[in-house]
């Protein structure tokens, strides 16, 4: 499979608790996304990374998320002291950019439940 | 305002029919557009793209974009079953310089055989 794969697939977890989350793009991307979605709205948009370099924060990413993209590879996004408000569908996509396309291709996501 | 409204649905057919879906958008500065199509607990797919005014078609779906009235279309034909999913329009938010999608809350589109 060559698609964005994410684990876990699904994370129940205690308020308080931290979880970490990683993404595994698909190889020859350049780009790595971090987006979440709740029940009912598309997905928004957190961090991106081009390579190892994250470039952009979303305001929703609160000092309680951390990111990282070791050598450029990989992705990991960690939440700490977690909030019932952060359960919803961790999503990660990839994109190779070429000019001015940029087509992004999702992972089926981590679904997180604070409770 | 939100940046990129989209009727959440649902929208009921039956097999074959045509189907419409549509977004509106607040920020003529957008360039390209987007449609995903995400399935339940699945992540969203790219379905079309389209950079300009006018029609896109591929296979049964035809993409439409008008800028004047800032509202893009996106018209599935002989609609089937497996089409029941989520669909989701998208386009670079200024917010982020254009690197982030802003997507539409979707449309869910359920097709009756």
């Known amino acids: 499979d060559t698609g964005v794969s994410q684990d876990p697939r699904h994370k129940i977890t205690k308020r308080g608790q931290n979880v970490t989350f990683r993404c595994d793009p698909i190889s020859e991307h350049n780009r790595l996304y971090w987006y979440r979605q709740t029940l009912g709205q598309g997905p928004e948009f957190l961090t991106y990374?081009?390579?190892?370099?994250?470039?952009?924060k979303s305001r929703l990413l609160s000092d309680r998320f951390s990111a990282e993209r070791p050598k450029g590879s990989f992705s990991t996004l960690e939440i700490q002291r977690t909030e019932q408000g952060d359960s919803a569908m961790y999503l990660c996509?990839?994109?190779?950019?070429?000019?001015?396309?940029?087509?992004?291709?999702f992972g089926s996501g981590t679904q997180l439940s604070v409770l | 305002q939100k940046e990129v409204e989209q009727d959440p649905g649902p929208l009921s057919v039956p097999e074959g029919a045509i189907v419409s879906l549509n977004c509106t958008y607040s920020?003529?500065?957008?360039?390209?557009f987007m449609w995903y199509r995400q399935y339940s607990r699945k992540g969203p797919e790219l379905l079309m793209y389209?950079?300009?005014?006018g029609n896109k078609e591929d296979g049964r779906f035809t993409a439409q974009v008008d800028k004047s009235s800032k509202y893009i279309s996106l018209f599935i034909r002989d609609s089937q079953p497996s089409d029941s999913a989520t669909y989701l329009c998208a386009m670079p938010s200024m917010d982020t310089g254009r690197r982030a999608l802003t997507f539409g809350s979707g449309t869910r589109l359920q097709v009756q055989p």
């Open positions: 990374f081009q390579n190892e370099a994250q470039l952009e």
């Open positions: 389209t950079y300009s005014s």
């Open positions: 920020n003529s500065a957008f360039q390209y």
């Open positions: 996509a990839s994109s190779l950019v070429t000019g001015q396309n940029e087509k992004l291709f």
